[in-house]
């Protein structure tokens, strides 16, 4: 009888390193986290407290804003205007748009440097971030607006970890708490926590406080953050992030509490959106997204589901 032929050690070489490979590409998009998060969500009930992300549905999908062919980078909801705003950084402007994802009006900005957050935070009132110099810049937008000069803004800067393009890409602001939520793209990581800026009462003098938690943001299982949301009802933070493909929920302590996929297939979506920069929440719940170079999307939880 012929002896089976043994395994050349060659194999088991060829083996080990297949498998470092796949170990190595599952940490760096944080694959190992993501199945352990799904894991909890499905064996776990839901949170009440829980916006619900993977309840929503896309309702307009990759709808092209016409008139517009630079990026577009981040989005905010303007509750007062009942309309949205994103910025451009290429040619950089300010941009309103309808609920539908058409252009209202367009303001050019002066001396932004490389515009790429914008956050509503009261009637009129507005911060721009500048990612490369990690400038918060405060603007005043009203009906006679014709452009925006940073020189002639309230402006501060955080001056952390200066350099390179993977700066603030992310704003969301929290009326109640009067904090602005500040995200670092990446490397590392991280979102910031302002108090004191913008200021209201420039007759009285003013310090600005900031928080950061290295330890809970390096939790966090994506690979970049692109955008942020603060949800006023629940007190949840939306996380966008464009490399992953993914928006998550995250409670008071940043802990994950429910997801939405950005891939085919997931949320209704025919293709997968291809580089997700900007997410904003309107009034009602419903989720407004849009997506390098000039793609709108609206997602919304079927009429029988809570917001």
């Given amino acids: 009888m012929r002896r089976l032929a043994r395994p050349k050690p060659m194999f088991f070489i060829l083996l080990l390193i ?6 190595v590409v599952a940490q760096q998009f944080r694959l190992f986290e993501r199945a352990w998060f799904n894991w909890q969500v499905w064996r776990q009930p839901a949170d009440a407290r829980s916006i619900g992300l993977a309840d929503y549905r896309v309702t307009l999908e990759g709808q092209v804003i016409e008139g517009l062919n630079d990026d577009v ?8 205007r009942k309309s949205l705003f994103t910025v451009t950084n290429k040619n950089a402007e300010l941009i309103e748009l309808s609920l539908e994802g058409k252009i209202l009006r367009r303001i050019p900005l002066v001396g932004f440097g490389d515009a790429e ?10 911060v721009i971030s500048d990612e490369r110099q990690q400038r918060l810049i405060k603007v005043h937008v009203d009906d006679d607006t014709q452009f925006l000069d940073a020189a002639d803004a309230e402006q501060m800067t955080l001056g952390v970890h200066i350099g390179g393009n993977k700066g603030f890409e992310g704003l969301a602001y929290d009326s109640v708490g009067k904090r602005l939520f500040v995200a670092k793209e990446r490397d590392p990581m991280l979102i910031y926590e302002v108090h004191g800026f913008p200021h209201f009462k420039p007759e009285k003098t ?7 938690n290295p ?26 992030s464009d490399e992953s493909f993914l928006v998550l929920e ?5 802990r994950p509490l429910s997801s939405m996929s950005l891939l085919n297939g997931r949320q209704g979506l025919k293709k997968r959106v291809p580089q997700a920069e900007g997410i904003a929440m309107g009034d009602d719940g419903t989720l407004y997204l849009v997506s390098e170079p000039n793609l709108f999307y609206v997602f919304k939880k079927p009429a029988d589901e809570p917001l």
């Fill in 73 to 80: 980078s981040a989005l905010t909801y303007d509750p007062v």
């Fill in 206 to 212: 003013y310090s600005v406080h900031v928080i950061n």
């Fill in 250 to 254: 995250l409670d008071i302590d940043g």
């Fill in 215 to 240: 330890k809970r943001d390096a939790g966090l299982f994506v690979r970049d953050l692109s955008s942020l949301q603060y949800d006023e009802r629940s007190g949840h933070l939306l996380a966008l």
């Fill in 117 to 126: 957050a914008v956050e509503f935070i009261s009637d009129n009132i507005y």
């Fill in 18 to 23: 297949a498998l470092i490979a796949v170990g």
